[in-house]
């Protein structure tokens, strides 16, 4: 059974930064394609980034592209997300993801219902 815990959230000024951590424990994690999500109040969770399992292949919302980096340390198993130039619609929960299929495909990537194993967030909070 594959945990993921992520952590790093908190409360930031518009425009600041932040970095998150997803540690993971059990399974494979160096195969897995990692990905991050949000959810904002109301609405639904909705992809952010996600990257290879060897870390050379990313893909990222536009909605986040050139703000926000999505990278990993398989020695660590650890898959780290860095948020620049926080908008106040960057407030969410921010959730984890891994899927155990070895492939990446960015088209495929984007979708909750591909990921087996789930974080249990962690809350951005973007003030003005």
């Known amino acids: 059974q594959v945990q993921l815990v992520e952590s790093g959230g908190g409360l930031v000024q518009a425009g600041g930064s932040l970095r998150l951590s997803c540690a993971a424990s059990?399974?494979?994690?160096?195969?897995?394609?990692m990905g991050w999500f949000r959810q904002a109040p109301g609405k639904e969770r909705e992809f952010v980034a996600a990257i290879s399992w060897g870390g050379a292949r990313t893909y990222s919302a536009d909605s986040v592209k050139g703000r926000f980096t999505i990278s990993r340390d398989n020695a660590k198993r650890t898959v780290y997300l860095q948020m620049i130039s926080l908008k106040l619609e960057d407030t969410a929960v921010y959730y984890c993801a891994a899927d155990r299929r070895t492939t990446f495909d960015p088209a495929i990537a984007t979708r909750k219902d591909v990921y087996d194993y789930w974080g249990q967030g962690t809350q951005v909070t973007v003030s003005s």
């Open positions: 059990g399974g494979t994690f160096s195969t897995y394609t």
